[in-house]
């Protein structure tokens, strides 16, 4: 086997985890691969790291140019969702808290070198020496750009729910914004929850955060009256944690993830913009249907 598709699930993984979107990682696989075949093979001592190097350096440079983008994106932005569980294309199984929904918008916070130093260490276990050596830097400098990162996450990271407990939940969730009942619904809540919506313009979508269980809740439900008869939702894994999915009449609508708290659910991210459902669809359609999703 070529050594390109050999280390294709790892790069892949590299370049989703320093851009936060699938379409701009396949992009960057592509790329690295016309590269690799120009490359004088004999000169290349360590394929893996020659690869890896070549696939952080594009994502650096794919990262920087797009955040000049996302300054004109239409509303929220919000990673791509990526299905896991019987996908592998994340290398996922070992470091599934690696490639979280919650953990790509945190590394969104990091600047392009800082995000590579964490990935590279944190995800796929390279040494400080040879992150240094893959994003072109010294020992000293690589430790110091790990520690900003790591601090930076440390602050805000949430440790994951348990899954049954969150199935339990989002079942209770579910019944209480369908039945319509908003009391009810905000005792699941947690005070300062936040709703937030990607649909980058090319479908109805709150272009800001909904804060606060009052809010959340009649958004909620006043959305499931509107446009609940359209869709059919299931559960599935995304991004290495328990996702709800939303089926309509064309395929696949939106990845939803919920965090939660002690005190009920925190966080609901709602990712609907077609684009970013793009790759998701494909993966989709390729084990032939969303019902083999549920779990």
Not at 108 to 119: F, G, S
Not at 128 to 155: P, W
Not at 209 to 238: S, W
């Amino acid at each position: 086997m070529d050594d390109f598709e050999r280390l294709r699930g790892r790069l892949f993984g590299i370049a989703y985890r320093m851009t936060g979107t699938a379409t701009d990682a396949e992009e960057i696989l592509q790329d690295a691969w016309l590269r690799w075949q120009d490359a004088d093979r004999t000169s290349v001592r360590d394929p893996d790291a020659y690869l890896a190097k070549t696939v952080t350096n594009l994502s650096i440079k794919q990262l920087t140019s797009a955040r000049a983008r996302r300054e004109l994106y239409v509303g929220e932005w919000l990673p791509e969702p990526v299905l896991t569980g019987r996908f592998d294309a994340l290398e996922v199984v070992a470091e599934r808290d690696s490639v979280s929904f919650a953990l790509l918008l945190l590394l969104e916070r990091l600047t392009p070198a800082e995000r590579a130093a964490y990935v590279l260490h944190e995800a796929f276990g390279y040494s400080h020496r040879e992150v240094a050596e893959l994003i072109g830097t010294t020992d000293a400098n690589a430790r110091q750009l790990l520690s900003r990162a790591r601090k930076r996450v440390a602050t805000e990271r949430r440790h994951p729910v348990d899954r049954a407990r969150w199935r339990e939940l989002v079942d209770r969730f579910l019944a209480a914004a369908q039945s319509g009942e908003i009391e009810q619904l905000e005792r699941l809540l947690a005070e300062d929850v936040v709703s937030t919506a990607d649909g980058g313009g090319k479908v109805i979508a709150a272009r800001n955060p909904v804060v606060g269980r009052t809010m959340v809740a009649r958004y909620l439900i006043g959305t499931l009256q509107k446009f609940g008869a359209g869709f059919v939702l299931r559960f599935a894994e995304a991004n290495g944690e328990p996702a709800l999915v939303a089926e309509g009449p064309d395929g696949l609508m939106a990845v939803c993830f919920l965090e939660a708290g002690p005190h009920g659910v925190t966080d609901l991210r709602f990712v609907l913009n077609p684009d970013k459902l793009a790759f998701a669809a494909a993966q989709v359609s390729h084990i032939g249907g969303l019902s083999d999703l549920s779990w």
